[in-house]
T-cell receptor
Framework: GAVVSQHPSWVICKSGTSVKIECRSL??????MFWYRQFPKQSLMLMAT?????????EQGVEKDKFLINHASLTLSTLTVTSAHPEDSSFYIC???????????????FGEGSWLTVV | GESVGLHLPTLSVQEGDNSIINCAYS??????FIWYKQESGKGPQFIID?????DKRQGQRVTVLLNKTVKHLSLQIAATQPGDSAVYFC????????????FGKGTKLSVKP
């Protein structure tokens, strides 16, 4: 079945540094990918929509200069947390879909998530 | 269930019993809904979905019910097993934005052996 892979699964970085998280669709192409953030014991919150070949669309309250998104190819989107602070520590999850038009069925695939801890 | 502060509502059931997890969604224009299971430290795992032109859909051991009148979604798990223990989220697709999901608050299911 379709697989979305995230890397790294776990990362610890120092406050003030930047960290990049990759989201890859392994066996399909995705013009759109989505980035979510999840704090402990909370739900997933959409951060931004990553669009291949164009700028990402950010949700209200998400700083685009802090969370840089690059969707350079149809199989890869990256999220870079710049000048990370401890409050950025969270679980970051991406999703992607191989189909431009929806039909009933499992067409949205999630990555396994990336744990970021900023110390 | 309703979430209070940062605490997920919890449903505790005995192994072999049926489980019912409820969810309220926000947008009456939403027409695609999905239930996900999330185990600790992992990404969401698809369970079952339903479109707004249906009010019930069955899968293997799971059934999703949709009540559009009151904007309510439920997930029924038959013969609940210890492996079903996880957090369950409902999600509605943001109308007009394919793939853009709005997640509910989540319910933690604990299955007692």
């Amino acid at each position: 079945g379709a697989v979305v892979s995230q890397h790294p699964s776990w990362v610890i970085c120092k406050s003030g540094t930047s960290v990049k998280i990759e989201c890859r669709s392994l066996d399909f192409q995705a013009t759109t990918m989505f980035w979510y953030r999840q704090f402990p014991k909370q739900s997933l919150m959409l951060m931004a929509t990553s669009n291949e070949g164009s700028k990402a669309t950010y949700e209200q309250g998400v700083e685009k200069d802090k969370f840089l998104i690059n969707h350079a190819s149809l199989t890869l989107s990256t999220l870079t947390v710049t000048s990370a602070h401890p409050e950025d520590s969270s679980f970051y999850i991406c999703s992607a879909s191989p189909e431009p038009n929806w039909s009933s069925g499992n067409t949205i695939y999630f990555g396994e998530g990336s744990w970021l801890t900023v110390v | 269930g309703e979430s209070v502060g940062l605490h997920l509502p919890t449903l505790s059931v005995q192994e072999g019993d049926n489980s019912i997890i409820n969810c309220a969604y926000s947008n009456s224009a939403s027409d695609y809904f999905i239930w996900y299971k999330q185990e600790s430290g992992k990404g969401p795992q698809f369970i079952i979905d339903i479109r707004s032109n249906m009010d019930k859909r069955q899968g293997q051991r799971v059934t999703v019910l949709l009540n559009k009148t009151v904007k309510h979604l439920s997930l029924q798990i038959a013969a609940t097993q210890p492996g079903d223990s996880a957090v369950y989220f409902c999600a509605e697709e943001n109308p007009g934005s394919q793939g853009n999901l709005i997640f509910g608050k989540g319910t933690k299911l604990s299955v007692k052996p």
